[in-house]
DNA sequence: CTTATTCCCTGATTGC
DNA sequence: TGCAATCAGGGAATAA
């Protein structure tokens, strides 16, 4: 499931291995149709070849690759979706969906299981992830997170996973990051006192930073730009943890449901 | 404006 | 052991 340090980590590899790259075929493969947003798939692989990539950036969840005619191809991986740079002649992957050939006989291949994923090119960005919030691994100050919970009856664990809030966290690291700080993740978001939104702020970093260093979390699909797993997913303090002991204190980690999702915390270390 | 629910999609896991 | 039901979950769409 890539969240933000998984699409960082990817956008840092990509980036010394396709900027200045052109696109010279572009094709999307039967069944995949829908994950390309806009515009139509024919014209989307029609439009892409001759274009160079001039820069990789990232906002929340989403990847954005600047292209030599002002355009953005735009990239969101969703649940399952990798992006892998391969020697064009490299053995194939399974669950290929969309292969950018490039000039300079590799190959960007969009592989998705589930094909949930989802990719635009667009002139406008904005169009795209202009209603995200501030990236969750800057600008994560008390009082922007303060900004976010006011006028809200949301719990804090649903606003740090509202991408319109902030961007970039999902389940494991919105969960990581409430049990660092030592919240419980059905607290009400505009309950938080100022001490507490501070130290959340300073979780969310920490935790980000450390999954970042750890190259993600790979516990089912996720894979970098070459292929190989992240180890952050043995770093966890509590996701997928239910039944184990609290490193802090040994308590069972509990399993529930906050706003939908399978949620995992420390009853007695996050009150 | 808000929050809650459904849907997408298929491999892995669970339950009987 | 076998097979069906359930689960996983980000975000769009829809309902309330």
């Known amino acids: 499931m890539p969240e933000l340090p998984e699409v960082e980590t990817i956008r840092r590899d990509l980036l010394s291995r396709v900027v200045g790259r052109a696109f010279s075929r572009v094709r999307v493969l039967p069944g995949a149709e829908r994950i390309v947003r806009w515009p139509s798939p024919a014209e989307f692989a029609r439009t892409l070849p001759g274009r160079r990539i001039e820069d990789v950036s990232r906002r929340g969840k989403y990847l954005l690759f600047r292209l030599s005619d002002g355009r953005y191809l735009i990239v969101h991986l969703r649940m399952t979706g990798a992006i892998l740079h391969r020697p064009k002649d ?104 100022v001490g507490e939104l501070r130290r959340l702020g300073e979780a969310i970093r920490e935790v980000l930073l450390e999954a970042m260093g750890h190259r993600g979390s790979s516990f089912r699909d996720y894979v970098d730009a070459e292929g190989r797993e992240g180890q952050h997913q043995r770093h966890v303090k509590v996701y997928r943890r239910t039944g184990e002991p609290c490193y802090g204190c040994g308590t069972p980690i509990e399993r529930i449901k906050v706003s939908g999702r399978s949620t995992h915390f420390c009853p007695r270390c996050q009150r």
């Open 90 to 193: 490299a053995p194939d992957d399974p669950y290929l969906r969309i292969c950018f050939s490039l000039d300079d006989s590799s190959e960007l291949r969009y592989t998705d299981v589930r094909k949930l994923g989802s990719v635009w090119l667009v002139e406008e960005p904005e169009a795209i992830v202009g209603k995200l919030g501030p990236d969750a691994l800057e600008g994560v100050t008390p009082q922007t997170l303060r900004s976010l919970i006011e006028g809200r009856s949301a719990s804090i664990k649903a606003v740090l996973m509202d991408q319109r809030a902030l961007a970039g966290l999902g389940n494991i690291y919105s969960e990581e990051a409430l049990f660092l700080a030592g919240i419980h993740p059905r607290r009400l978001a505009k309950s938080l006192a």
